[in-house]
């Protein structure tokens, strides 16, 4: 008997042929399991497909709520943006995938999962590291990694064994999408100059033919997760479709990012994210809201880290779960409702409620109703000033760079 090998498998060329390179060259019976974390493909079809390459069991797994529950949340409740822009939509769905490769190996007694990636992206270091991190002791094959097979190689391979090769119109470009945001890599765009052309986007409009009236939505939040739009409550992965539709005909999550691939590379990368972009917009904005400035301090430089760190495929480390629990807890009275206006490209937070706002109208207010102490304020600057004041006296004066030397 064989030993068995769980495969990535996504239904298209790629990992058409590589169940049969596998199972012929590799010597595995292949287990193909899919995960459905929203790319809009046939369930059935894929099931299908992957029996005709030779797979000798398939594992659908639907895992979009999950997707948005376990790992689109908490990288919104981490404000997460690589390199501040990019809302890491791709990199969030490999550790997820990985997880249900690792599910499926244990319930096949496979010794190995497999995927597609090539040797030049972050990934090959996701699906490694995520899969290491929950199963150290599986073995992690990638022949596409070991042969780089090209293109047309592949479809030279799949007529000679008989593969079907996908009936849907190859792109010009290399897309990924999932329900956090669709990335659009290749063809034209490989020119860092070229203005990508409108047919590079599927779920946003251009600024142009967005509607010239803006859309106005009220975001509800619980403890730092999006629970509600405009006060009906909708489950996690349904808010963000939601959103995603409305935002993205207001043509909002557009990004065009010169990238620093974690293996060195520097790609030019563009994307939609639509809901994506609108969460952490308004999230980033009722943090303000409802916590400490000191901690939100912090909280930006971790934040830094935590987007890095789903880059660069850390998600199941310790490293991860300790600036959860950092965010969990900071995360624990950011609620409220945030509104935000969506207009030709643009999304910008209009107003915020909450009942823990930390805000006193008393305090801040430069009416009649000032309750402000302001006498106290002459205290807080002696003392924050201490050393200052010492310093300078011990000099003999002003510390003033900018007077003009005689
Ligand atoms: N540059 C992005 C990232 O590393 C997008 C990757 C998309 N992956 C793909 N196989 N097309 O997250």
């Not at 006060?231 to 935002?247: D, F, M, R, T, Y």
Request: glycine residues 8%; aromatic residues 8%.
């Amino acid at each position: 008997m064989k030993p068995k090998i769980v495969l990535a498998y996504s239904g298209g060329l790629d990992t058409s042929i590589l169940v049969r390179i596998l199972s012929t060259d590799y010597n595995y019976d292949v287990v193909c399991c899919h995960v459905d974390v929203g790319e809009a493909r046939d369930p059935e079809y894929i099931a299908t497909r992957a029996r005709k390459a030779g797979a000798v069991a398939v594992e659908i797994v639907s895992a979009q709520e999950e997707f948005a529950k376990d790992f689109c949340f908490p990288a919104l409740q981490a404000n997460a943006l690589y390199e501040n822009i990019y809302p890491l939509s791709a990199a969030l769905s490999r550790p997820l995938i990985s997880k249900h490769l690792v599910q499926a190996a244990r319930k096949h007694g496979a010794s190995a999962v497999a995927h597609g990636s090539t040797g030049k992206g972050n990934d090959q270091v996701r699906f490694d590291l995520a899969t290491k991190g929950l199963a150290p002791d599986l073995k992690i094959v990638a022949p596409q990694r070991e042969r780089n097979i090209t293109r047309d190689e592949a479809i030279e391979y799949a007529a000679k064994h008989g593969i079907e090769v996908p009936t849907t119109k190859k792109s010009p470009y290399s897309v990924d999408e999932n329900i956090w945001g669709r990335s659009i890599e290749g063809g034209v765009l490989e020119d860092p100059n070229q203005v990508p052309p409108e047919d590079a986007f599927a779920w946003t409009k251009s600024w142009q033919d967005a509607p010239n009236e803006p859309g106005i939505v009220k975001i509800g939040f619980e403890a730092g997760l999006p629970v509600s739009l405009d006060g009906k409550a909708l489950s996690p992965a349904a808010l963000i479709k939601q959103l995603s539709a409305l935002a993205g005909l207001h043509g909002v999550g557009r990004i065009d990012l010169m990238e620093n691939r974690f293996v060195g590379i520097k790609s030019r990368e563009n994307y939609e994210c639509p809901a994506a972009v609108t969460l952490i917009t308004a999230h980033k904005d009722l943090e303000r809201f409802t916590t400490l400035g000191m901690s939100h301090k912090v909280k930006a430089t971790l934040d830094q880290k935590y987007a890095e760190l789903i880059y660069e495929g850390f998600w199941f480390s310790p490293y991860r779960a300790a600036l959860q629990a950092f965010n969990d807890e900071h995360n624990k009275f950011v609620t409220g409702e945030v509104t935000v206006r969506l207009f030709k490209g643009a999304c910008q937070v209009i107003g915020r409620t909450s009942p823990f706002g930390i805000y006193n109208l008393a305090m801040s207010t430069y009416g009649v109703d000032d309750k402000f102490d302001h006498r106290a304020a002459e205290g807080f600057i002696k003392l924050v000033g201490l050393q200052l004041y010492e310093y300078s006296r011990l000099h003999g004066g002003a510390v003033d760079t900018t007077t003009e030397k005689a």
